[in-house]
């Protein structure tokens, strides 16, 4: 499929197959509410951090189940070629990948965390979730610091990607944003 704008310039674009552009925003939307509710759990009165926590930690394990999607669609479906030179090529798909699998990491640790600390995880306080651990105080605390160091690095992936965005937008003028709406 292509994008093309024409005025007083005639430029196209490949774009993204509909599924792609689908999953990409899905994930963004959870990942934008999931990051800033997980950072303020620990600001949050004893009285309602258990709803926080309850809603982090299920917006968050969908995350994981969309991702392995993705990561289905991703070695099936049609891409555009990548744009730009060797560099810029390998930045982003540097970028893109690292960003797969800390999306994996986060989900997959925060979920091994809170059984680990011995809380089992009900999905919407609905659904209990099956765990391969139990309550675990000795690897507990491992899980939490991967999970907090994850949420950091994710946070340093997110910025080059929407800074590469911007480059592309903004100052090179091309059409690449429309590739994934
Ligand atoms: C994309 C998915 C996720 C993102 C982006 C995310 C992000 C975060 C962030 C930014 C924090 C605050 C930093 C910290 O103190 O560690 C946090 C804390 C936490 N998250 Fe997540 N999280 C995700 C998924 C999950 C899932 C699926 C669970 C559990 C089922 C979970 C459980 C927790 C817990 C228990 C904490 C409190 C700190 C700890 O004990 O590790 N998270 N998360
Ligand atoms: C919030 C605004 C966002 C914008 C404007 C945006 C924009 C884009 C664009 C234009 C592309 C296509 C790049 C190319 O192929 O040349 C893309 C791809 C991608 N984006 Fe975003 N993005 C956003 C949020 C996010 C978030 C929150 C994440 C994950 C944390 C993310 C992860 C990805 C990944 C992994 C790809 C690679 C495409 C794939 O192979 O699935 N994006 N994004």
Not at 21 to 45: D, E, M, N, Q
Request: glycine share 8%; net charge positive.
């Amino acid at each position: 499929m292509t994008f093309r704008k024409t005025g007083s310039r005639d430029i196209s674009v490949t774009i993204y197959p509909p599924v792609t552009r689908i999953l990409h925003w899905l994930v963004a939307v959870l990942v934008l509410l999931t990051w800033p509710l997980g950072f303020t759990i620990s600001f949050i009165s004893k009285e309602w951090s258990l709803d926080f926590y309850m809603i982090h930690e299920s917006l968050g394990f969908l995350v994981l189940w969309i991702m392995l999607v993705r990561v289905g669609n991703k070695l099936t479906a049609e891409a555009p070629e990548a744009e730009g030179n060797k560099l810029e090529r390998f930045a982003a798909s540097t970028v893109h990948g690292l960003l797969y699998a800390f999306l994996i990491i986060m989900p997959v640790s925060g979920f091994l965390a809170t059984n680990a600390h011995g809380f089992p995880f009900e999905w919407f306080g609905l659904v209990p979730i099956w765990s391969p651990i139990g309550k675990s105080p000795e690897i507990a605390g491992i899980l939490s610091g991967i999970h907090w160091a994850s949420a950091w690095i994710l946070l340093g992936l997110f910025g080059a990607h929407i800074g590469a965005v911007l480059l592309h937008h903004v100052i090179k003028r091309d059409l690449t944003l429309y590739k994934i709406l």
